[in-house]
T-cell receptor, first 112, second 114 residues
């Protein structure tokens, strides 16, 4: 089975800290995505990447950046964490002709 | 108009009931339709996949797509407490740049009571 692994299930960070969320997939997928999920707002796309060193802004990129130095790893960076970035963060991967995305288990980030 | 509309619920049904979950969409270019199930504090997992119009059945689950009405449904027969989860519809155009990214509904929270 395809596996998408997010490094942390729960994180608590302080306002202003730089936060790294790591995602690794083991099926050589080309495409990787970062979403945040909030009650009533559903999944919102932050950034995505179709190839190594390539990145594209999603619907809500402000306050975030990403890094994809290797095909299997896609990192989400919160440059200066704020309380409104408290959320569930989900990573996903796929190939262009795959039937849908495979998601990680999510990281529940709380910024205090 | 949002690209994909899904009633958030919550929907509460007794065990054994038939459940109907629905989404409407506006983009006629969508050809691939999916349903994801998400248990509490977990990531979504792919439940059903359908290409273009028609029905697809998998055990107690049936997915229907009506492209003429831009309407998709997921039916759950003989619902079980283990079906309690949030169900998200998702759909996309054929792959080709960001146009091929999945567009998700906001999810319907389902609770099946014993």
């Amino acid at each position: 089975d395809v596996k998408v692994t997010q490094s942390s299930r729960y994180l608590v960070k302080r306002t202003g800290e730089k936060v790294f969320l790591e995602c690794v997939q083991d099926m050589d997928h080309e495409n990787m995505f970062w979403y945040r999920q909030d009650p009533g707002l559903g999944l919102r796309l932050i950034y995505f990447s179709y190839d190594v060193k390539m990145k594209e802004k999603g619907d809500i990129p402000e306050g975030y950046s990403v890094s994809r130095e290797k095909k299997e790893r896609f990192s989400l960076i919160l440059e200066s964490a704020s309380t409104n970035q408290t959320s569930m963060y989900l990573c996903a991967s796929t190939d262009p002709w795959d039937h849908g995305y495979t998601f990680g288990s999510g990281t529940r980030l709380t910024v205090v | 108009q949002k690209e994909v509309e899904q009633d958030p619920g919550p929907l509460s049904v007794p065990e054994g009931a038939i459940v109907s979950l629905n989404c409407t969409y506006s983009n006629s270019a969508f050809q691939y339709f999916m349903w994801y199930r998400q248990y509490s504090r977990k990531g979504p997992e792919l439940l059903m996949y359908t290409y273009s119009s028609g029905n697809k059945e998998d055990g107690r689950f049936t997915a229907q797509v009506d492209k003429s009405s831009k309407y998709i449904s997921l039916f759950i027969r003989d619902s079980q407490p283990s079906d309690s989860a949030t169900y998200l519809c998702a759909m996309r155009s054929p792959p080709g740049g960001s146009q091929g990214n999945l567009i998700f509904g906001k999810g319907t929270k389902l609770s099946v009571k014993p």
